[in-house]
């Protein structure tokens, strides 16, 4: 069983919206599921691609969340589900229930899972209060601990620096495509690119992978009753060390800058705040501290590449340069 690689699918994917009338009436006709209202849809870093679509409405009466999957998985996330929840010793942590699974229809192009309800209880507010930050990272060492007992995916055949150059490749690519022109570029942006990732890759040469959940972020993890069900289960994969800490506190300081009621000075305290518990507290040893920089480098890059070219405001602009300055502190350390 291999793992999803969801942004490489980028170029081959259709709009899923262009085939969702289709697509919907499908599911009314085949299973019992009964369409409330649009919740989410996931596209590549806002492009005008949807790859997916989540919908409230019920099972047999029963509250429920259909999502739509409009590009072809490697594995199912249904069998990684079933796979996580093999392996999973944790009594806090789980994948939400799947009521119904419909394998890929090539006619149509989609997959589909009936799930649970999660009653949408984020983890984690914007912006975040120690507790709430502390309780996150009680929960990461839960699922490092609990939820990763036994690999199920096949690792990699090339080496994890190979993976690096070619990831980069292709998000390079995208961002041309999506963002050829986005204000918050500086021209002297490609070259600083170049040498980090140079600089990461050459780090990583003799870097064995790692088994992690992907898209482990206070976007994924919801509370139900005692247990914390955590989603976007595609995204169990090998990666470098420490990614999954590093990726919830990347992506959440987006989050803030793209929230209008969320000051500067916030977003600023916000990011030093969860940096200083990541780096106090994650890694035990000299090596994990190494490892643990060498993931906020590959975060920044992406950040710089892609991921930071938000709407145009001066958090934005702030974090874009903050996120300049880290690559060129790590590539000099």
Known sequence: ??????????????????????????????????????????????????????????????PAILKI???????????????????????????????????????????????????????????????????????????????????????????????????????????????PNHPLKKSTDPELIKKGINHLAKKLDKTTWQFMHGHFSTRDLYQTNKETIILSNLYWSWRQPFYDAVFGFHWYQYDLANTENISLETLLVQRKTWKEYILNNIPQTELDHELLELAFLERNLAGLNLDGLISVSPKAKALIQLTREDIAKAINR
Not at 12 to 20: F, Y
Not at 23 to 48: C, G, H, M
Not at 124 to 133: C, D, K, T
Request: glycine share 2%.
């Open 1 to 62: 069983m291999k793992q999803n690689s969801v942004s490489q699918l980028y170029f081959s994917n259709k709009d899923l919206t262009e085939r969702l009338e289709q697509i919907l009436a499908y599911i009314k006709t085949e299973t019992p599921f009964v369409l409330d209202k649009p919740l989410q849809k996931s596209s590549w870093w806002n492009s005008k691609k949807i790859g997916a679509i989540h919908y409230s409405g019920s099972f047999n009466n029963t």
């Open 69 to 179: 999957q409009g590009t072809k998985p490697t594995t199912s996330e249904a069998l990684m589900i079933e796979n996580f929840t093999n392996q999973n010793q944790s009594q806090l942590i789980r994948a939400p229930k799947i009521y119904l699974y419909l394998p890929w229809q090539e006619k149509l192009e989609f997959e589909a899972i009936i799930m649970e309800e999660t009653n949408h209880q984020k983890i984690v507010n914007l912006p975040a209060s120690n507790l709430e930050i502390t309780t996150f990272f009680n929960l990461y060492h839960e699922y490092k601990k609990k939820c990763l007992n036994k690999p199920w995916l096949e690792k990699p055949n090339i080496s994890l620096a190979e993976q690096t150059l070619k990831n980069f490749a292709t998000w390079q690519k995208i961002s041309a495509e999506i963002h």
